[in-house]
Antibody, heavy 124, light 109 residues
Framework: QVQLRQSGPGLVKPSQTLSLTCAIS??????????WNWIRQSPSRGLEWLGR?????????EYAESAKSRIIITPDTSQNQLSLQLNSVTPEDTAVYYC??????????????WGQGTTVTVSS | QTVVTQEPSLTVSPGGTVTLTCASSTGAVTSGVYPNWFQQKPGQAPRALTYSTNNRHSWAPARFSASFLGGKAALTLSGVQPEDEADYYCLLFSAGAHVFGGGTKLTVL
């Protein structure tokens, strides 16, 4: 059974960097049939996809246009996890952050496993 | 950037049938954008319901079915139960990016 366990601080000061980690069990961050995503949810913005990392002969990263200038998603094969860095945060970045697996199967593609969510507040 | 539109809210009676839809600003929704539907209850992470044309996740009851309707993705709940009251989100994949709809708040009353 695949599980994603998130960790990271719940409070970040404005202008600083938000950093979260998502530890994977039951699958591999290097899987060639999965992509590993970061998503956030807030009352004002709803569910918002931030970006993803995946391995297909080499590593690929894709980011939402809204976050592209401030976001880095990094896979860590030694720890079997992925991390999120969001720079220069403002109170607008206050949200619940999720990691999630996107899986390609013979019957279709689905976002099937989610982390437990991390509530991050940006405040001084 | 793609905008995905859902009904903000719907109400259904217990035992009734309701259809939620998911439209894309770029045109008709097809299997090529890998539509996924999720259910979310307060304080919980979204939970996958259906994917592709009409594949149900292992936990999803048979009363949930996905289809395409008038150029939109659709999720139909038949024989609605009180525990189906929740927020429902669709997800599309377009031009290398995932885009969520704004969600439909389903009330069972």
């Amino acid at each position: 059974q695949v599980q994603l366990r998130q960790s990271g601080p719940g409070l970040v000061k404005p202008s600083q960097t938000l950093s979260l980690t998502c530890a994977i069990s039951g699958d591999s961050v290097s899987s060639t049939s999965a992509a590993w995503n970061w998503i956030r949810q807030s009352p004002s913005r709803g569910l918002e996809w931030l970006g993803r990392t995946y391995y297909r002969s080499k590593w690929h990263n894709e980011y939402a246009e809204s976050a592209k200038s401030r976001i880095i998603i990094t896979p860590d094969t030694s720890q079997n996890q992925l991390s999120l860095q969001l720079n220069s945060v403002t109170p607008e970045d206050t949200a619940v952050y999720y990691c999630a697996r996107w899986l390609d199967t013979t019957s279709g593609s689905l976002m099937d496993v989610w982390g437990q969510g991390t509530t991050v507040t940006v405040s001084s | 950037q793609t905008v995905v539109t859902q009904e903000p809210s719907l109400t259904v009676s217990p035992g009734g049938t309701v259809t939620l839809t998911c439209a894309s600003s770029t045109g008709a929704v097809t299997s090529g954008v890998y539509p996924n539907w999720f259910q979310q209850k307060p304080g919980q992470a979204p939970r996958a319901l259906t994917y592709s044309t009409n594949n149900r996740h292992s936990w999803a009851p048979a009363r949930f079915s996905a289809s395409f309707l008038g150029g939109k993705a659709a999720l139909t709940l038949s024989g609605v139960q009180p525990e189906d009251e929740a927020d429902y989100y669709c997800l599309l994949f377009s031009a290398g990016a995932h885009v969520f709809g704004g969600g439909t708040k389903l009330t069972v009353l």
